[in-house]
C-alpha cells in the first residue's frame, strides 16, 4: 500500500506559477510509477504528467505539455508538479497517484493510489 499527501495547491492570476509536492511512502518513489491527474467541476478525471521509476521517462498531456514537469526526488521520497504558465483552464483538485511499474507508465494507465488531492484555481 503506497501512502501519498499532496500540498502546495492555491489560487493564482493566469500565466502565474505554482508547484505542488506529494509526499509518498518510503522507496516508492524509485518502485512505482508514480503520476499527477486533475479533476475539474463535472469534468472526469484526466492524467496529466506520469513517470517511470527506473529510467525515468516521463509522460505528458497534450494540454500540458512544455508547461507543467514532473519531477522526484527519491532521497525525499517526494514527488513534484512545476505548473509554468497557468491558464483558467488548468482549475481543478490536483491529485498524486501511484501504480505498480508494470508495463508502462503512460498517463493511460490505471493508477490504483491516490493522495486527497489540492485544489488549483486560476483566474
Known amino acids: 500500500h503506497v501512502q501519498l499527501v499532496e500540498s502546495g495547491g492555491g489560487s493564482v492570476q493566469a500565466g502565474g506559477s505554482l508547484s505542488l509536492s506529494c509526499k509518498v511512502s518510503?522507496?516508492?518513489?524509485?518502485?512505482?510509477?508514480m503520476g499527477w491527474f486533475r479533476q475539474a467541476p463535472g469534468k472526469e478525471r484526466e492524467g496529466i504528467a506520469t513517470?517511470?521509476?527506473?529510467?525515468?521517462?516521463?509522460y505528458y498531456a497534450d494540454s500540458v505539455k512544455g508547461r507543467f514537469t514532473i519531477s522526484r526526488d527519491n532521497t525525499k521520497d517526494m514527488l513534484y508538479l512545476q505548473m509554468n504558465s497557468l491558464k483558467p483552464e488548468d482549475t481543478a483538485m490536483y491529485y498524486c497517484?501511484?501504480?505498480?511499474?508494470?508495463?508502462?507508465?503512460?498517463?493511460?494507465?490505471?493508477?490504483?493510489?491516490w493522495g486527497q488531492g489540492t485544489q488549483v484555481t486560476v483566474s
Open positions: 518510503k522507496d516508492a518513489t524509485n518502485n512505482y510509477c
Open positions: 513517470l517511470e521509476p527506473n529510467s525515468g521517462r516521463t
Open positions: 497517484a501511484a501504480r505498480k511499474s508494470i508495463g508502462s507508465c503512460s498517463i493511460a494507465r490505471v493508477f490504483y493510489y
